[in-house]
């Protein structure tokens, strides 16, 4: 097994580039042993980002969450999020203080405005800081910015993050998003690398993780991990599949696999309005 690689943010905190999300964990009881026994054998190798939201479930990722890393908190480095309709002064800060319960923790990691909506940035961003200032949030960030809505953040606001969806179908991204997180020093976080599983069937992907040997999954994961300042944070709701995801980091893409996969899955060849799921 080789060693995790990192991403550093411009904070100059380094994080492993390789996570783990709960979009849709915590909502069946049935399940719940389950996905906290993923999440914490994700911990176990390595895979400290765990990414959330106070959205998911109405919370209920959230305590997922709070108990898998209960006792275990500074193996984690955990990220969550504020809806748009809550990012006042006064609402994100609310918020946060419920997401923090929920998480039977005093801090977030990194905590994000979830998407853009009617509240000014400015607001948002100053409620944000004052949570890094109380020490409830380590850092803040953004998720579904497009380069037009980071350019409207404020004067002097960084970003340590943009969460956005990309993967191999979802290529819009590079033609101006990446570009430009490039020359912030800003790394992206890429959420449904895999395409919530709907990738893992088609023709040139199965094809090409035959040929190497690994599965289509890591070979997704493999590809948006070939990005060095990319943060990749695929669900995994069994530690069957976790481990398979962590493998994708000892797969190595050639220059033939990326035209092969190229070729599968164009590049976008102008401007894309960002996508979201």
Known sequence: MTRTRT???PSGAQVPA????TWHM?????RRAEEIAALRRGLELGL???DTAEMYGNGAAEDLVGEA??????QAFLVSKVLPFHADERGTVDACHASLRRLRTDRIDLYLLHWRGSVPLDETVEALESLVA?????????SNFDVGDLADLPDGARPQTDQVLYNLTRRGPEH??????????????AYSPVEQGRLLGHDALTALASARGATPAQVALAWVLRHDDVIAIPKAAGAAHVEENRAALDLSL???DLRFLDDAFPPPSGKQPLELL
């Not at 915590?26 to 049935?30: K, R, T």
């Not at 109380?134 to 953004?142: D, E, L, T």
């Not at 998003?177 to 800003?186: G, N, Q, S």
Request: with cysteine; glycine share 14%; hydrophobic share 40%.
């Open 48 to 50: 400290s980002v765990i």
């Open 18 to 21: 390789l996570g783990q999300g």
């Open 26 to 30: 915590g909502n069946d009881p049935a």
């Open 69 to 74: 890393v209960h006792g275990r908190r500074d």
């Open 176 to 189: 101006d998003l990446f570009p430009r997180c490039r020359e912030l020093a800003v790394p992206l976080m």
């Open 7 to 9: 991403v550093t943010f």
């Open 134 to 142: 109380q020490g409830s949030i380590g850092a803040w960030g953004v």
């Open 254 to 256: 050639t220059n033939d």
